[in-house]
């Protein structure tokens, strides 16, 4: 059974700084890899999908890589900005058409 | 990217009481739908795998007389809490994909349910 994990659980960075959100899974068989995002009290938003044969996705100020080998996948946030403050979710998919497995998340606030 | 509506966003009822939460994707055909809960502060857990035209697949753990789940077409699932109980009380959300094998999947805004 995936099981996937996210750290840190919680970060507070300073605005303007880049950094780097860690997704692990214990099942390097994995098909879709995607990074959402969930305001409070909000559903999710898809940020970026990285798909089977792929190996990282760019959106913006946002690089998600995923490297099966190691059971890893990070995103990236650039420039960072308190309008990023939110709780990011990353999920693997281990079957095509087969259901997301979610990790803990990480909450994430930007300071001004 | 595509759009999945959910309503109501928020409910509040009686213990006792049913209640029906609708998921909709409003520019693309879904064949399946997923249903996901969520507690506060926590991860999201799937509960069941909505088929259009046939049963949904639950997750283990997930009662079936409580949590029926009707997809009766390619736009609309619907999750119904039956004899809801303050236990019930969680955040919802269905998502669903563009493409099943492909596709990126989308979710909708969620509905809060709070159970006197």
């Known amino acids: 059974k995936q099981e996937v994990t996210q750290i840190p659980a919680a970060l507070s960075v300073p605005e303007g700084e880049n950094l780097v959100l860690n997704c692990s899974f214990t099942?390097?068989?994995?098909?879709?890899l995607q990074w959402f995002r969930q305001d409070p009290g909000k559903g999710l938003t898809s940020l970026l999908l990285?798909?089977?044969?792929?190996r990282e996705q760019t959106s913006g100020r946002l690089n998600a890589s995923l490297d099966k080998s190691s059971g890893r996948s990070t995103l990236y946030i650039a420039a960072s900005q308190p309008g990023d403050s939110a709780t990011y979710l990353c999920?693997?998919?281990?079957?095509?058409?087969?259901?997301?497995?979610f990790g803990g998340g990480t909450r994430l606030m930007v300071k001004p | 990217g595509a759009v999945v509506s959910q309503h109501p966003s928020r409910v509040i009822c009686k213990s006792g009481t049913s209640v029906k939460i609708e998921c909709r994707s409003l520019?693309?055909?879904?064949?399946?739908m997923f249903w996901y809960r969520q507690f506060p502060k926590q991860s999201l857990m799937l509960m069941a795998t909505?088929?259009?035209?046939?049963?949904?697949?639950?997750e283990q753990g997930v009662e079936k007389d409580k949590f029926l789940i009707n997809h009766a077409s390619l736009t609309l699932s619907t999750l119904t809490v039956t004899s809801a109980h303050p236990e019930d009380s969680s955040f919802y959300i269905c998502?669903?994909?563009?493409?099943?094998?492909?596709?990126?999947?989308?979710f909708g805004e969620g509905s809060r349910l709070t159970v006197l």
């Open positions: 909505s088929n259009e035209g046939s049963k949904a697949t639950y």
């Open positions: 099942d390097s068989a994995i098909y879709n």
């Open positions: 998502s669903a994909k563009t493409n099943l094998n492909t596709g990126e999947l989308f």
């Open positions: 999920a693997g998919e281990g079957n095509a058409g087969n259901m997301l497995t």
């Open positions: 520019d693309f055909q879904a064949t399946t």
């Open positions: 990285i798909q089977s044969s792929q």
